[in-house]
C-alpha cells in the first residue's frame, strides 16, 4: 500500500478535534408495504371503470335527434328548472375546465368527453368549455348529441363569443357527492 492511504497521525488528531461534540448518526429504515401499491393499482381500476361508464352513454345510440335542428344549439334535462339554462345564455357561468376536440375522431372524441366527465365529477367542476371546431361540422354536429344523452349534463348552450362561440359548447354537470 502507498503512503497516500495512511492517516498521518498529525491529520487524525486534527479530525478527532473537529468531530468532538458530535453525535453518531441513527440510520433509519423505511419500510414500503404492498398495500400502496395494491390500492394505487385498484384506484386505477376503477379510474378506469368510471371512465368506461361515462363512454358508455356516448356510444350507446347512433340515432340523430330532431330537436337539435335550431341554431344556436341549446339542451336542458326534462326535469330541471329554466333558470340553469337562461343563465347560461346570458353568460352567468363561466367554464372551470375546457376539452379540445380538434384532430379527435369520433371515437377519441367519445372517449375524451367520457373523460372529461370523470374528471368533473372527481374535481366537483359544474361548468366545462367543449370546443369542437368548425371542420367537416361532423363534431360539431355530434358533439351535442353526445352530450344529450349523458345523465349527468344538466344543460348546454353554445359558447359565449370569448370561449368559442359557435365553434364550442358550454355545459353543465350535475356533481354527485
Known amino acids: 500500500?502507498?503512503?497516500?492511504?495512511?492517516?498521518?497521525?498529525?491529520?487524525?488528531?486534527?479530525?478527532?478535534?473537529?468531530?468532538?461534540?458530535?453525535?453518531?448518526?441513527v440510520q433509519d429504515t423505511l419500510y414500503h408495504s404492498r398495500r400502496s401499491k395494491i390500492s394505487n393499482n385498484i384506484r386505477l381500476k376503477r379510474t378506469i371503470y368510471e371512465e368506461e361508464a361515462h363512454v358508455h352513454y356516448f356510444l350507446s345510440h347512433n340515432e340523430s335527434y330532431n330537436f337539435m335542428k335550431d341554431e344556436p344549439i341549446s339542451y336542458?334535462?326534462?326535469?330541471?328548472?329554466?333558470?340553469f339554462l337562461n343563465n347560461l345564455k346570458i353568460g352567468k357561468y363561466t367554464?372551470?375546465?375546457?376539452?379540445?376536440?380538434?384532430?379527435?375522431?369520433?371515437?377519441?372524441?367519445?372517449?375524451?368527453?367520457?373523460?372529461?366527465?370523470?374528471?368533473?365529477?372527481?374535481?366537483?367542476f359544474f361548468?366545462?368549455?367543449?370546443?369542437?371546431?368548425?371542420?367537416?361540422?361532423?363534431?360539431?354536429?355530434?358533439?351535442?348529441?353526445?352530450?344529450?344523452?349523458?345523465?349527468d349534463i344538466i344543460a348546454f348552450y353554445r359558447a359565449s363569443q370569448v370561449f368559442g362561440n359557435s365553434a364550442g359548447i358550454t355545459c353543465l354537470i350535475d356533481i354527485k357527492k
Open 1 to 25: 500500500m502507498g503512503q497516500n492511504n495512511y492517516i498521518m497521525i498529525e491529520d487524525y488528531s486534527i479530525l478527532k478535534e473537529y468531530l468532538n461534540g458530535t453525535k453518531k448518526m
Open 76 to 83: 336542458i334535462r326534462n326535469n330541471v328548472s329554466v333558470k
Open 127 to 151: 361548468c366545462a368549455g367543449i370546443i369542437h371546431g368548425h371542420g367537416k361540422h361532423i363534431l360539431k354536429s355530434q358533439t351535442p348529441l353526445w352530450l344529450a344523452k349523458h345523465p
Open 95 to 124: 367554464p372551470e375546465i375546457f376539452l379540445d376536440l380538434h384532430g379527435l375522431t369520433q371515437y377519441e372524441a367519445r372517449r375524451a368527453l367520457g373523460r372529461l366527465m370523470v374528471i368533473c365529477q372527481k374535481e366537483s
